[in-house]
């Protein structure tokens, strides 16, 4: 069994940065690939970034590239989510997940062991 554990949200002025963090337990980590999605009230979860197992390749939303980065340190199991340039749209809960299945990664089906979340709240 896998638990994933976020952390790092908060309440940040529109241009600031946070950094994520999603500490995870378990032997598989640095197995699979890991994925960041987020969640606005009323809308659905939405796919943020994802990252392989070794850290090799990269792929984001579009609505991110450029502003948000992904990287993972499989010594410490965890994967980790550099937010620059915030704006209120990037505000949601920002959940972490293992990309177990064989599915695109922007896909939420193809990831298991979800996070609780974190909340990112972006002010105007």
């Known amino acids: 069994q896998v638990q994933l554990v976020e952390s790092g949200g908060g309440l940040v002025q529109a241009g600031g940065s946070l950094r994520l963090s999603c500490a995870a337990s378990?032997?598989?980590?640095?197995?699979?690939?890991m994925g960041w999605f987020r969640q606005a009230p009323g809308k659905e979860r939405e796919f943020v970034a994802s990252?392989?197992?070794?850290?090799?390749?990269?792929y984001y939303a579009d609505s991110v590239k450029g502003r948000f980065t992904i990287s993972r340190d499989n010594a410490k199991n965890t994967v980790y989510l550099q937010m620059n340039s915030l704006t209120p749209e990037d505000t949601a809960t920002y959940y972490c997940a293992v990309h177990r299945y064989n599915s695109g990664v922007s896909n939420p089906t193809g990831y298991d062991y979800w996070g609780q979340g974190t909340q990112v709240t972006v002010s105007s």
């Open positions: 990252i392989n197992w070794s850290g090799g390749n990269t």
């Open positions: 378990g032997q598989i980590f640095s197995s699979y690939g």
